[in-house]
């Protein structure tokens, strides 16, 4: 399999299709808002979206009723607070009902583990004494018979992710947090990543993560495409802008209107 | 000099004093992280911060707006992928002292971040569970701050997202936690601990000015008393001025 360059519009046509599991991944770092947005733009459906952390992307795609089902371990807008989207949906059923599939960040990064391994599930110490445990199930480890807890393999039908370079084959570099996104792209059927820049050759960083071309389907320049979010080496992380989503994402009318005019008519 | 306090003020200083300068910290965004960043500019200076976006060993020079900020990436240690944080550095008990928010706790130190009311149809749907559930289980020790009041101080949560004492005496062992649970709840009143024989939280000492009618009176069931009960000792001078200036240090735009 060989990594296509692509324009970011025709990898979200080719690669995300109405009612796909699809994972946008990053940790606070690397978010991949420009591919959100394209999502958005492109009008997707019943998506079950996946994601450790759902925040102000996932509250926008929410919001614009991408969005059927959420599996996620923690959705807020953070540092800031709750995202009023994401209630709305869930409270109020607005503008879609969202249907949530709930996990602990352990339980969550260790499914991407097992599916990234090729495992039907994964392994931890975890969920025991919580009310978590709706979608786990306690295994005993046949060497000692200690009680542990199974968390299922998830397999995105597509993982979405932001890094910082690729070079023409399609090799693809990300540094900085690295969160969980060489577990999603492995776990998941097709891949498309955005990066910051193009380049003719990848220069060593300390803490990279190399994800090599093979095994990535689709890569889409997008410079600035984590924005708000940041690019270490590239880009802040704005802040001012997430504090700032807290008022436009309170009231359906204002986030409409913003939506629109940033998102919807931007492309 | 500064002789007046807020009560957040009270709480974010009562809390840094209790962390051991040394201890390996597993720190939560907002309260926790500006307790842990206090302690280690004033009497914990080789406090180890550790955050769940793998940043292990940060060093702030400002207090992160979220766990993901550049600057604890730039300052930490080492930076790790999310799953070697919870399964290799958390999970085997590497870590002394996991540090906490709480929406709701309960009588038994139990844990809720999850909804207010029902599951199905919650009166609050609040962000959920993040790194808390693994936090609370393994750390060797866990600290809890919040404010306090009668609706986060609950005779029983809505949702057990993270286990303190469960349902009381023997039940951690029981699911097989490999930590102590939460030694330690601190709020804008007091700071309680929990029962060696009941596990009931327990408030042991009070914050200046206030009584434990004060106490009792924003906590959600009856609240047991220590026999004395201690007494904070106001922030001084130097504890307030160093958390003001982390305070004055958010960091918005551009801050890397």
Same mark, same amino acid.
């Given at each position: 399999?060989?990594?296509?360059?692509?324009?970011?519009?025709?990898?979200?046509?080719?690669?995300?299709?109405?009612?796909?599991?699809?994972?946008?991944?990053?940790?606070?770092?690397?978010?991949?808002?420009?591919?959100?947005?394209?999502?958005?733009?492109?009008?997707?459906?019943?998506?079950?979206?996946?994601?450790?952390?759902?925040?102000?992307?996932?509250?926008?795609?929410?919001g614009?009723?991408?969005?059927?089902?959420?599996?996620?371990?923690?959705?807020?807008?953070?540092?800031?607070?709750?995202?009023h989207r994401f209630r709305d949906a869930v409270q109020n059923?607005w503008?879609?009902?969202?249907?949530?599939?709930?996990?602990?960040?352990?339980?969550?990064?260790?499914?991407?583990?097992?599916?990234?391994?090729?495992?039907?599930?994964?392994?931890?110490?975890?969920?025991?004494?919580?009310?978590?445990?709706?979608?786990?199930?306690?295994?005993?480890?046949?060497?000692?018979?200690?009680?542990?807890?199974?968390?299922?393999?998830?397999?995105?039908?597509?993982?979405?992710?932001?890094?910082?370079?690729?070079?023409?084959?399609?090799?693809?570099?990300?540094?900085?947090?690295?969160?969980?996104?060489?577990?999603?792209?492995?776990?998941?059927?097709?891949?498309?990543?955005?990066?910051?820049?193009?380049?003719?050759?990848?220069?060593?960083?300390?803490?990279?993560?190399?994800?090599?071309?093979?095994?990535?389907?689709?890569?889409?320049?997008?410079?600035?495409?984590?924005?708000?979010?940041?690019?270490?080496?590239?880009?802040?992380?704005?802040?001012?802008?997430?504090?700032?989503?807290?008022?436009?994402?309170?009231?359906r009318?204002?986030?409409?209107?913003?939506?629109?005019?940033?998102?919807?008519?931007?492309? | 000099?500064?002789?007046?306090?807020?009560?957040?003020?009270?709480?974010?200083?009562?809390?840094?004093?209790?962390?051991?300068?040394?201890?390996?910290?597993?720190?939560?965004?907002?309260?926790?992280?500006?307790?842990?960043?206090?302690?280690?500019?004033?009497?914990?200076?080789?406090?180890?911060?550790?955050?769940?976006?793998?940043?292990?060993?940060?060093?702030?020079? #400002? +207090? !992160?707006?979220?766990? $993901?900020?550049? =600057?604890? &990436? *730039?300052?930490?240690?080492? @930076? /790790?992928? %999310?799953?070697?944080?919870?399964?290799?550095?958390?999970?085997?008990?590497?870590?002394?002292?996991?540090?906490?928010?709480?929406?709701?706790?309960?009588?038994?130190?139990?844990?809720?971040?999850?909804?207010?009311?029902?599951?199905?149809?919650?009166?609050? #749907? +609040? !962000?959920?569970?993040? $790194?808390?559930? =693994?936090? &609370? *289980?393994?750390?060797?020790? @866990? /600290?809890? %701050?919040?404010?306090?009041?009668?609706?986060?101080?609950?005779?029983?949560?809505?949702?057990?997202?993270?286990?303190?004492?469960?349902?009381?005496?023997?039940?951690?062992?029981?699911?097989?936690?490999?930590?102590?649970?939460?030694?330690?709840?601190?709020?804008? +009143?007091?700071?309680?601990?929990?029962?060696?024989?009941?596990?009931?939280?327990?408030?042991?000492?009070?914050?200046?000015?206030?009584?434990?009618?004060?106490?009792?009176?924003?906590?959600?069931?009856?609240?047991?008393?220590?026999?004395?009960?201690?007494?904070?000792?106001?922030?001084?001078?130097?504890?307030?001025?160093?958390?003001?200036?982390?305070?004055?240090?958010?960091?918005?735009?551009?801050?890397?």
């Open positions: 399999m060989r990594t296509v360059i692509v324009e970011l519009a025709d990898g979200i046509a080719d690669l995300v299709h109405d009612g796909d599991l699809v994972a946008l991944e990053g940790f606070t770092h690397l978010i991949p808002f420009a591919a959100g947005h394209e999502i958005i733009r492109q009008g997707r459906r019943d998506l079950a979206l996946a994601r450790m952390t759902p925040d102000v992307i996932y509250d926008q795609l929410i614009m009723g991408c969005a059927s089902r959420l599996i996620f371990s923690w959705g807020g807008n953070p540092g800031v607070g709750s995202l059923g503008p879609v009902p969202l249907e949530l599939e709930e996990h602990s960040h352990a339980g969550m990064a260790n499914r991407y583990v097992a599916g990234a391994s090729g495992l039907p599930f994964a392994v931890l110490r975890g969920y025991a004494g919580t009310d978590l445990t709706e979608h786990v199930k306690p295994i005993s480890c046949p060497f000692t018979g200690e009680l542990l807890t199974a968390v299922p393999a998830l397999r995105p039908d597509v993982a979405v992710v932001h890094a910082q370079r690729a070079d023409r084959r399609g090799n693809v570099q990300l540094w900085g947090i690295t969160g969980i996104q060489k577990e999603a792209v492995l776990a998941a059927s097709r891949s498309l990543v955005t990066v910051e820049e193009i380049v003719d050759e990848l220069e060593p960083v300390a803490g990279q993560v190399v994800l090599p071309g093979w095994a990535v389907t689709a890569v889409a320049e997008a410079p600035g495409g984590a924005h708000p979010s940041y690019a270490m080496g590239y880009s802040d992380r704005d802040n001012d802008a997430y504090v700032g989503w807290d008022e436009i994402s309170r009231d009318g204002r986030f409409t209107d913003w939506m629109r005019e940033h998102v919807l008519e931007a492309a | 000099m500064t002789t007046g306090y807020t009560d957040d003020e009270m709480m974010t200083v009562a809390a840094a004093r209790r962390l051991r300068d040394g201890a390996v910290c597993f720190v939560g965004i907002g309260l926790p992280s500006t307790a842990a960043n206090l302690a280690r500019r004033t009497h914990a200076p080789g406090l180890v911060l550790v955050y769940e976006s793998g940043c292990l060993g940060a060093k702030p020079d #400002r +207090l !992160p707006l979220s766990i $993901g900020d550049g =600057e604890l &990436a *730039a300052t930490a240690d080492a @930076v /790790v992928s %999310v799953p070697e944080v919870f399964n290799y550095w958390l999970q085997p008990g590497r870590i002394d002292v996991g540090f906490l928010g709480a929406a709701q706790i309960d009588r038994y130190a139990n844990i809720n971040t999850t909804v207010i009311g029902s599951y199905d149809h919650p009166r609050v #749907r +609040l !962000p959920g569970a993040g $790194g808390a559930p =693994e936090i &609370a *289980a393994c750390c060797r020790e @866990v /600290v809890v %701050v919040l404010r306090h009041s009668a609706r986060a101080f609950v005779e029983r949560v809505d949702f057990v997202t993270s286990v303190g004492y469960g349902d009381g005496p023997g039940h951690r062992e029981r699911l097989g936690l490999p930590g102590a649970g939460p030694r330690l709840v601190v709020t804008d +009143l007091g700071i309680m601990e929990p029962d060696p024989d009941t596990c009931e939280l327990t408030l042991t000492q009070l914050h200046p000015g206030l009584t434990v009618a004060d106490v009792r009176a924003a906590t959600g069931w009856d609240l047991a008393v220590a026999d004395p009960v201690g007494r904070t000792e106001p922030p001084g001078p130097d504890e307030l001025d160093v958390l003001r200036a982390l305070n004055a240090t958010i960091a918005r735009r551009g801050a890397t």
